[in-house]
C-alpha cells in the first residue's frame, strides 16, 4: 500500500510539473491563485499526511481536484489564445495591403483605383479581426478575474482596463494562503483585498497591454511586408538579390515572395510623339506621385483599425461583417476614414487608431523614403528607350513641301519616285520591327502609339512623294489623252477629195513621229498608277477609268491610221488619175496662157 501510495504521489507531482510547463508566460501570474489551490493541496503532504495515513486518499482526491481545474483553465484559456488570438493575429500579419497585378500590367488610373478599394477592404477586415482579438482578450481577463474570486461592478471598454476599470473584491481567499486566514484582522483583510485588487489590475492591464502590442506588431508587420513586396517589384531587375524583410517573413510560409526577373511589371505607360520629342504618358513624374499615393493608401489602413477601447458604439466588435450589406457598409467607413486621413488627419483620430504607431516606425520609413525616388533608379533606362529611334527624326524635323519640291524639280522618272516611296516602305517595315513593349524595371512601356504616330509621318511623306507622282504622270496621260482623241476624230473624217487625202496624210505623219514615244510613255503612266494604289494613294475614279482605257485608245488610234493607211492605198489609182488628168489641164491651160501672153507683146 505504501509503495502505491508512492507511485500515485509521484505521478500527481509529476502531473503538475507538465500543466506548469504547458502555462505560457504570459498567463503564470494571473493563473496563480489556481496553483496556489494545487500548492494549498499539496501543502499537507509536508505537514501533516504520512504515508500511511488514514485521509490519504482524500489528500490525493484534493491534488487531484486541483489539478484538474488547472489543467481545464489552461486548456480553455490556451484555446482562446491559439484559436481566437494567435492564429487571428498570423492573418493580420500575412495580409497584403497593396494589389499588384499577376498578369497583365495596370495603368496608373487603375493601379491608383484598386490600390484604394483593396485598402479600404483590407481596413474594415483588419478592424473586424482587431475586435474579434479585443473580445477574446477582454474574455480572458473576464475568465482569470472569476478565478480569482473577484467580480468586477461593470463590464468597462476594454481600453479603459489600464486606468479606469473599478473592480470589487468579494473573496480572497483563493489568492491568501491558508495560515493568513486562521486569525482573521479586520484592518489586515482590507488592506489585503486593497492589495489584491491593485495586483489583479496590474496582471490584467500587462495581459491586455500585451496583446494589444502583439497586435500593434502584426499590423506593423503587414505594412512593412506590404511596402516591402511593393518595393520588390518596382525595383526587381535592381533588387532581386537583396535580402529583405519579406524574404524573412514569408520563408517557410508557403508565400511566395522572390520576385523572378521575368515578373510582370506593375505599370503600363504608352510611349507617344509629341513632335519633336518622344514623350511618355503619365510622365514619370506622375508614376511617382502615384506610387506616392498607393504608399500612403498602405500607411492609411492603419488609420481605419480603431485602437482597442476606441470603438464608437455604433459599431459593436464582436461580429465581422457577413452580409454584403454589411460589408459593404464596413468598406464603405474604412474608406472614408482613408479617405479623411489623406485630406488630413483629424485630432482624435491620433489616439483612436494605430496611424501614427505605424507611420512613425523606422523601419516603415525607411522603405516609404526609398519608394518615394523609385522611378530614379530606373529614369536613365527610361530616356534611353525614348532616344533608341533616331533613324525616323527626320519624320518631323525636316520640311516635308521643300524637300519633295525639290526632288520634283529635278524632273525625276519613275524609278527615282519609286525608289523614294520604297526607302519610306522600308522604313515602315522597321516599324513593324519596333516591340509592341519594353520593360523597364516596374514600368512596361508600350509603343503602339509610337509606332501609329511614326505610320502617319511616314505615310505623309508617301502621299507627299504619291501626289506629287500623280501629278506628274497625270498630266502626261491628259497630253497623250488629247493627242488620241483630236487624232482620232482626223482620221475618222471620210475621205473625198485631195484635201481630204492631204489631211490624213498629215495625221498618219503625225503619229508615226509620236508612236514611239506614245508607246514608251504607256508602261510607265500604268506602273505609275498601279504603284500609287499599292501605296494608298487616293486617285479618282475617272483617272483610274482613264488608266484602264488608256492602252486600248492607243490601240484603237493604230489600228485607225491602219485602216486609213489601206484605205489610201486602195483609193490612189483613182486619184492618182485624176491628179494626172488635172496635171495635164493644167499644163495645157499653162500653154494657152503663155501664147495669149505672147500675142499681146
Known sequence: KIKRNHSEMQLLLEENRRIREEIPPIFLNLMSPVM??????????????????????????????????????????????????????????????????????????????RNKKHCANCASQLDAKSAKIEEAVSELIEIFTLKANIQPKQTPPAGEAQSDTALEVDSLTALRPTSSRTTPDPGKTMRDKHDDENWLKEETAELFNHFNHRLLDALLRATRVSLDLLRKRVFFQKSSKIHSYADDHYSGSGVQAHIPAGSVACLRVDMNLAIPQIVMQPSLDDIQHGLNRCTQYVLEVSRGVYKWGFRPPAQPPEKIPDRPSDHRASERAAAERIKQGLEGPVESDVVCNYYKNIAD?????KVVMMLSSA???????????????????????????????DFVATNPILSEFLAEIYKFQELDDHVNEIPDSIVVGAIELFTEPLKLAFRVEINAWKMLYGRSLNAQYKAMMEEVIEFQDEY????????????????AMGALEAIRQRQIEIDMCVGPIEEAYQLLNRFGVSVSKEETDQVDTFRYSFQKLLSLAGTVQDELVEIQPAFKAQLLDAVDVFAHDMEIGRASCRERV
Not at 84 to 106: C, E, F, G, M, Y
Open 488 to 503: 482620232c476624230k482626223r482620221l475618222s473624217r471620210p475621205i473625198k477629195d485631195l484635201e481630204d487625202v492631204r489631211q
Open 36 to 113: 496556489k489551490k494545487v500548492d494549498n493541496a499539496l501543502r499537507p503532504g509536508l505537514m501533516s499526511i504520512s504515508w500511511s495515513s488514514m485521509n490519504i486518499e482524500r489528500f490525493f482526491e484534493d491534488i487531484r481536484q486541483a489539478l484538474k481545474e488547472l489543467r481545464l483553465l489552461n486548456k480553455q484559456v490556451m484555446d482562446i489564445k491559439s484559436s481566437r488570438v494567435d492564429q487571428i493575429l498570423d492573418q493580420i500579419s500575412k495580409t497584403s495591403l497593396v494589389a499588384l497585378p499577376d498578369k497583365n500590367p495596370w495603368t496608373v488610373d487603375e493601379f491608383l483605383e
Open 361 to 365: 516606425h523606422k523601419d516603415v520609413n
Open 375 to 405: 522611378v530614379n533608379s530606373f529614369r536613365q533606362e527610361i530616356t534611353h528607350s525614348q532616344q533608341q529611334y533616331p533613324e525616323f527624326h527626320f519624320l518631323w524635323e525636316e520640311d516635308r513641301d521643300k524637300v519633295v519640291e
